[in-house]
């Protein structure tokens, strides 16, 4: 089957192919050992990337009409506000994770060779996560990965050492 958002076609969605047998729980539980996601909120996520009109805008309706064609484990459509709140749900879920990573570094829970050990670790997961996905990443993007992550420690320790010249949190202190 051939998809298209308004009238375009394009060639049958070929992620997900390696998870053709498996059903949504064993989706969710393979997830849940490497990631804090549900097979909903990953899928919604990728499909929303994937599925986006003219203003960059995902196609919300569309793909949850569409969900068990393009997804072999769901069974059934999903409302246009079920698609939004897995997709939200996605979004609240990674700020958490990455608040939780990027904490134990700079509060002194891990040190320099754990958080390297760590950032390792991760890279090696995400590649089984995007091989699951059925898409090839590039072997050069996960020294982008690491170059990023680096840059971003970099601004939050920059950052940390500007609020504790200038503590703008203390309206939050419990």
Avoid at 74 to 81: A, I
Avoid at 89 to 109: M, N, W
Avoid at 135 to 162: C, D, F, Y
Wanted: aromatic share 10%; proline share 3%.
């Amino acid at each position: 089957m051939q998809y298209g958002i308004g009238g375009a076609c394009l060639n049958p969605y070929e992620k997900f192919k390696k998870l053709e047998q498996k059903s949504y729980s064993d989706v969710t539980h393979y997830l849940k050992s490497t990631t804090h996601l549900t097979a909903r909120e990953w899928v919604i996520a990728r499909l929303c990337a994937d599925f986006r009109n003219t203003s960059n805008q995902a196609e919300m309706t569309w793909i949850g009409e569409n969900l068990p064609d393009l997804v072999p484990f769901v069974e059934r459509p999903y409302s246009r506000q079920e698609v939004s709140n897995a997709h939200s749900a996605f979004q609240k879920k990674i700020r958490r994770s990455g608040v939780t990573f990027f904490y134990a570094y700079y509060a002194g829970l891990l040190d320099r060779k754990q958080m390297i050990s760590l950032i390792h670790d991760v890279i090696s997961d995400i590649r089984k996560l995007i091989e699951v996905e059925g898409v090839q990443a590039p072997e050069e993007h996960s020294e982008e990965v690491q170059k990023l992550i680096a840059e971003v420690l970099k601004r939050i320790n920059e950052s940390l050492e500007e609020n504790e010249e200038h503590d703008e949190y203390e309206d939050y202190a419990i």
